[in-house]
């Protein structure tokens, strides 16, 4: 039985704790919070602590997973957390992906422990998808769609905004650019041209709502590339109106085979999700079982999805695995 900590318990620490319950094999150790642990209110029966005691728990854990924000909390905990323990985190900043990797493997590395960065299901269960389709199709296309659904990360960067009391964001698929993809015809597309962008902003009373728009609109790696729009909201329009978690996407590849490419070949991986951070726990919490197997190959250092083998996820034996899904 792995003892599997959640340091950060918002609507992802909530998903991970329902998710472990899913799972004979692991158990949840505590959940670790920077707020006031009496103040948590989990859905079970689970010891609750203050993030400055996780260190104390070195050697008492198989593995830590991190379900803080991909802006500013990841690039920090990741790292320091791989110092004392495996740990798995979503980390969906695409374009820092390589920087973050690399300051997570040298601290993995240099302690002996194992961490998997990028998990959920973009970066994560997609990216897995896009590899597979340009090695089945190399006389092909890629692409990828997400929403219409609420990004997580992109919420929490407004959230992070001077000004700004809550927020959530919407990513919105274009729809000429989806039937040109699912037609065969291998546009040239943009990242303008596949997404919108659609924010609703809970501003602070007297704050500057202009600033705040603006902000959002240049933000590099989150909406800078997008057409964005603002709405200015009220709290209760956004618990009305805005308050669930929905999201899902696509993952194409089109490609051309035969002697003289004269047929059309297309992969769609789809996701519809009623709640995306229930999904992304449940990602999380089977590479939080893979992280633990390689730790005990001896497999160090800083790992994402690709370095993963399908059995390592599953609690199933290889045997099983074979009589069951293959």
Same mark, same amino acid.
């Given at each position: 039985?792995?003892?599997?900590a959640?340091?950060? &318990?918002?609507?992802? !620490? $909530? #998903? @991970?704790?329902?998710?472990?319950g ?8 505590? %959940? ?19 993030m400055e ?10 593995a ?12 920090v ?15 969906d ?49 890629? &692409?990828?769609?997400? !929403? $219409? #659904? @609420?990004?997580q ?8 905004i001077?000004?700004? %009391? ?8 274009i729809?000429s ?12 597309l ?9 924010c ?6 007297g ?35 805005h ?20 047929h059309?070949?297309?992969i ?23 992280v633990?197997?390689l730790?005990?190959r001896?497999?160090?250092g800083?790992?994402?999805i ?21």
């Amino acid at each position: 039985m792995k003892k599997i900590a959640i340091c950060g &318990y918002g609507n992802l !620490g $909530r #998903g @991970v704790e329902l998710a472990l319950g899913n799972c004979p094999d692991m158990e949840l150790a505590g %959940v670790f919070t920077r707020r006031d642990p009496k103040s948590v209110v989990t859905v079970t029966d689970v010891p609750k602590y203050r993030m400055e005691e996780l260190p104390g728990f070195a050697g008492k854990i198989d593995a830590v997973i991190l379900c803080g924000g991909s802006s500013t909390d990841l690039p920090v905990q990741t790292p320091k957390c791989a110092e004392l323990f495996n740990v798995v985190d979503s980390f969906d900043t695409h374009a820092r992906i390589p920087e973050h990797f690399a300051n997570v493997d040298a601290a993995a590395k240099a302690h002996g422990t194992t961490a998997l960065i990028s998990g959920g299901w973009d970066p994560g269960l997609f990216s897995l998808m896009r590899v597979y389709g340009d090695a089945v199709l190399p006389n092909g296309g890629s &692409y990828t769609f997400w !929403g $219409r #659904g @609420v990004s997580q990360g992109h919420s929490d960067a407004i959230r992070r905004i001077p000004g700004v %009391v809550d927020a959530r964001q919407y990513t919105v698929p274009i729809e000429s650019a989806l039937e040109q993809v699912r037609a065969g015809k291998q546009p040239d597309l943009t990242t303008r041209d596949k997404h919108l962008r659609e924010c609703y902003v809970v501003a602070q009373e007297g704050a500057d709502k202009a600033a705040i728009e603006e902000t959002i609109k240049t933000m590099p790696n989150y909406f800078a590339d997008y057409d964005t729009t603002v709405e200015f909201v009220t709290p209760e329009e956004l618990k009305k109106n805005h308050s669930a978690l929905p999201h899902g996407g696509m993952v194409f590849r089109t490609g051309k085979t035969g002697e003289n490419n004269e047929h059309n070949q297309c992969i769609e991986y789809r996701l519809e999700l009623d709640s995306n951070p229930e999904f992304t726990a449940g990602v999380l919490v089977a590479l939080a079982r893979a992280v633990c197997r390689l730790s005990e190959r001896g497999e160090h250092g800083c790992k994402t999805i690709f370095d993963i083998a399908p059995a390592d996820l599953s609690p199933l034996s290889r045997e099983e695995l074979r009589k069951q899904l293959l």
